[in-house]
């Protein structure tokens, strides 16, 4: 089942041909996950998708307040009675009518929702190799930053990854600077530097980066910088990590050659745990 405009319908139910975000790419979406009824991180959610909205001048209904949104997300997870874990997407795209121009800027939405086997965020793969992408670049703009339904370069890069046996690929901006993964931020550990590359770079402005940095900062021990990362820099890393909300931290145990300690990113993830009262 889905949730279309506030209706629970069978999931077979199909959107029009004329649907903007299949044409165009014209919608904006998030992915969260449900704990126990709970929506983790909603609010910092809530906010990054009217502001996507906003920056692709979409018209925010009145109604779409955190508490309404926040409804038809468990609404639906309720139904499919999957509360106590789940994955979901609620993507949000402007009506049809016109080509690339839109004849209006009213949105409809659509949220769907999967069960996931686990509530804490544990390390899922414990073999996590990776190679950087060079086909295509992310550019540097504030679109890229967005999660839109146009993401090309990540599908590309994907089917790269399947094809040389990679877990994931790093991504390059047009400046050649390493700036994300496909499914996550990118952190770096070198020496007693924490680095991620800065939003300004093209990157994702990810939910769990930010919690990241968060937890990052409360370790004496640790200085944390976020500055560009060339592919040398890659090579001399002691530790390497994507970060999401759904699988909270995956460390990377091998780039090309180099492999990689996971210490810092087990630390994380413990904390991460504790702090959402998830152990």
Known sequence: MINFNGVILDSDFQLSVNNRSFLYGDGVFETLKIVDNTILFFEDHYFRLMASMR???????????????????????????????????????????????PNQNSVS??????????????????????DLYKDFAVTKQLLST???????????????????????????NDSKNVIEAISGNLFMLMGNTLITPPISDGCLNGIMRKQIITLAKQFETIDFVEREISPFDIQKADELFI??????????????????EIKLALQLLEKLNAGLNLE
Do not use: W
């Open 146 to 172: 967005l999660k839109t339904t146009n993401k090309m370069v990540h599908v590309t890069a994907s089917i790269f990854a399947k094809e040389n046996q990679l877990e994931s690929c790093l991504l390059i």
């Open 243 to 260: 970060t999401n909300v759904i699988q909270g931290i995956q460390p990377i145990t091998k780039y090309r050659k180099k492999e990689f």
């Open 109 to 130: 939405y659509v949220v769907q929702a999967a069960p996931l086997s686990d509530k804490t965020y544990t390390i899922e793969k414990s073999n996590f190799e990776v």
């Open 55 to 101: 920056i692709v001048r979409m018209e925010i209904p009145m109604s779409f307040t955190l508490e309404f949104l926040e409804s038809q997300i468990l609404s639906l997870v309720n139904q499919l009675a999957i509360e106590n874990s789940a994955r979901v997407r609620i993507t949000v795209y402007r009506n049809e009518g016109g080509y690339y121009a």
